[in-house]
């Protein structure tokens, strides 16, 4: 870039380059702004682009330059030199407003990540644009963060909520929280949480999965909602993570105590007494649990409920993929007409009802109408209908037993749709819809889709992917006091 050049006093300089700019400024603004006023001659003559092409110009080039940035970092003995314009970088950051404002020559001190894209972040303070890469997002960040560039600040923090289910080699999302809980982007955190819960199985076989810190590992053990093969997989992938990590004995052991052991078939808890090293080195922090686990299996789920609570998340399933607990269904042109399918689970968890078995019956329907919608015949005009369209419809999706039982005493089951989506080229979930017993769909099943779009972010190949889990949830029926 060119240094200053020219004998001009810096004051002289800086009210030039600021004079021309507000020149080209004002004339865009008044073009835009034309009073049309219902006169059919007027037009916006518009050259903000030469505006912008103008700005790169004085950034590249250096002309008319006020200031300068020395921007030195730990990865280079030479410093970088920016030859830049008070106006404009004050016009976006305060900061760089105070720093600016009695001297032109400012030395920053910048990591080797943010130094590496400062030339980005100043071009964006000229341009209002800029492109970053996933492993460029974090640094960006901070570089908006520290300079109060607010806009680019938030765009940033958009780019990545919208970019979770992008693929990199190393993963990014759970390096994406643990920013995100550093600056206290609680929306972010939440995306990145619920990305993670609702694509688990993806990142528990990823490199990323071993940068998983404890506190994120507890947040996601503790919730319901994660998406997983079964159990005995989430066991695996921490068995894993605390063999790499090895921490204190009290977390592994608040880790082990999280995993919900009468999930798990009582021959693979067999195989994990005797084959674990992780489950034997803890062994007397989770005896009780795997005892109980055992007991649940054995004993009829309404007898162990007599004496064991079972409404704690211990006997709740999470969303598990396997056949056992519900079925795949891709609807093929989902606009077209009403569907139907039906599929089996196992009644519950415990392997006295796992032999059992409830059929489910499963209605989709495109365009579902409420009642406040329905065709009405009115008696004015004999068979008048007033007009329906398409459009006022809306998915719906029913699920139903087939048969009741005996057996039901004492389980109710929650339902969840999965709804997978192709993001970034990998199907992903993106939707969940979760209801009880106590209801057969879901109030608000893909109420904001537009299913009748190719081009629609819920369809894949003009197919609506959905995958129905079935959860059975014991309930305790008779207290007996131990």
Not at 205 to 217: D, I, R, T
Request: proline share 5%; net charge positive.
């Amino acid at each position: 870039m060119a240094r200053l050049t020219g004998t001009r006093p810096v004051a002289t300089r800086r009210w030039g380059c600021a004079a021309a700019f507000l020149l080209l400024l004002f004339t865009v603004q008044a073009a835009q702004k034309a009073d049309f006023s219902g006169d059919s001659t007027a037009a916006t003559i518009n050259h903000s682009l030469t505006l912008l092409q103008r700005l790169q110009e004085l950034l590249q080039n250096g002309n008319g330059s006020d200031s300068v940035l020395r921007v030195r970092s730990a990865a280079s003995d030479e410093p970088k030199v920016f030859h830049t314009h008070q106006l404009l970088l004050s016009l976006q950051s305060e900061v760089f407003e105070s720093l600016l404002r009695n001297q032109s020559v400012v030395t920053l001190y910048e990591p080797p990540e943010t130094a590496a894209l400062f030339e980005k972040f100043i071009r964006y303070l000229y341009c209002g644009g800029v492109s970053i890469l996933l492993h460029q997002a974090i640094p960006m960040h901070q570089l908006a963060s520290k300079y109060r560039v607010w806009g680019l600040q938030r765009g940033v923090a958009e780019y990545m909520r919208t970019h979770l289910a992008s693929e990199s080699s190393q993963g990014h999302v759970v390096g994406w929280y643990h920013y995100a809980v550093r600056v206290g982007d609680l929306a972010l955190q939440e995306s990145c949480l619920q990305f993670l819960a609702w694509n688990l199985s993806a990142v528990l076989g990823s490199a990323e999965w071993g940068s998983v810190s404890v506190e994120l590992l507890l947040l996601l053990l503790e919730r319901s909602d994660l998406v997983l093969h079964s159990e005995l997989e989430l066991y695996t992938a921490v068995e894993g993570w605390l063999s790499r990590r090895q921490p204190e004995a009290p977390v592994a052991e608040r880790v082990l105590r999280a995993i919900r052991y009468p999930m798990i078939a009582p021959s693979q808890l067999f195989r994990l007494q005797a084959q674990s090293a992780v489950l034997a080195r803890h062994r007397g922090a989770v005896q009780d649990l795997l005892f109980q686990a055992f007991q649940f299996h054995a004993a009829s789920p309404l007898h162990f409920a007599k004496y064991f609570d079972v409404n704690c998340s211990m006997f709740l399933p999470r969303n598990y993929l396997a056949p056992s607990w519900g079925s795949q269904w891709v609807i093929t042109n989902p606009a077209r007409d009403d569907r139907s399918t039906s599929f089996q689970t196992q009644l519950g968890p415990s392997s006295h009802d796992a032999g059992k078995r409830v059929t489910w019956n499963v209605l989709f329907s495109p365009r579902w109408l409420p009642v406040s919608l329905r065709p009405v015949y009115s008696d004015s005009v004999a068979g008048a209908i007033p007009p329906v369209r398409i459009e006022d419809g809306r998915p719906r999706l029913v699920i139903t037993p087939a048969m009741s039982s005996p057996d039901f005493a004492g389980v109710s089951f929650q339902k969840t749709v999965l709804v997978g989506v192709r993001q970034q080229g990998r199907v992903l979930v993106k939707h969940a819809y979760s209801f009880h017993q106590s209801s057969d769909e879901a109030a608000d099943f893909l109420v904001h889709a537009d299913l009748q779009k190719r081009t629609s972010e819920y369809l894949i190949d003009n197919s609506l992917h959905l995958h129905i889990i079935i959860k059975p949830v014991y309930h305790s029926l008779i207290k007996v006091k131990k």
